[in-house]
C-alpha cells in the first residue's frame, strides 16, 4: 500500500488525524513499555538465581520438617507399632471389659469375710 490508501488505514496518514497518537508497533506512544512483562529477562542470570534459592530453600524446609515428624514418631508410644501381633487382641479383649456398676450389690451379697487376713501363696497360717 502507497500513497492513497496509507492515509485510510488506521494508524496510517498524519499524525493526530482523527484525534488519536501516532501508533508504533501495534502501541500509542503514551502508552506503558509495551515488553514490561518480559523486563525480568535483562537480568535472567539473577532471576534464575533467586528461583533456585526459593526451591533449594523450600526443598531443605520440607526436609527439616519431615525429620522433625520422624523424630516425634519413634518417641511416641503407639500400640500398634510398638507392640508385638499378639498384645493388640489381648487389648481389645481389655478394651470390651467393664467396670459392673451395681459393685454394692455383690459386696452385700458376698459371703466373704471381710476379717480375713490377706491370703499369700505358699505361706501355711
Given at each position: ?74 518417641d ?5 507399632r510398638?507392640?508385638?501381633?499378639g ?9 470390651g ?16 469375710n ?12
Amino acid at each position: 500500500m502507497s500513497g492513497p490508501d496509507v492515509a485510510k488505514t488506521p494508524g496510517g496518514g498524519a499524525p493526530g488525524k482523527e484525534g488519536k497518537d501516532s501508533v508504533t508497533n501495534g502501541h500509542a506512544e503514551g502508552e506503558a513499555n509495551p515488553f514490561a512483562e518480559y523486563m525480568w529477562m535483562e537480568n535472567e542470570e539473577e532471576y534464575n538465581r533467586q528461583v533456585e534459592e526459593e526451591l533449594l530453600e523450600q526443598e531443605f524446609l520440607e526436609r527439616c520438617f519431615q525429620e522433625m515428624l520422624d523424630e516425634e514418631d519413634q518417641d511416641w508410644f503407639i500400640p500398634a507399632r510398638d507392640l508385638p501381633p499378639g498384645v493388640g487382641q489381648l487389648q481389645q479383649q481389655l478394651n470390651g471389659l467393664s467396670v459392673n456398676d451395681n459393685a454394692d450389690d455383690i459386696v452385700r451379697k458376698s459371703s466373704l469375710n471381710p476379717e480375713a487376713k490377706e491370703f499369700v501363696p505358699g505361706v501355711k497360717y
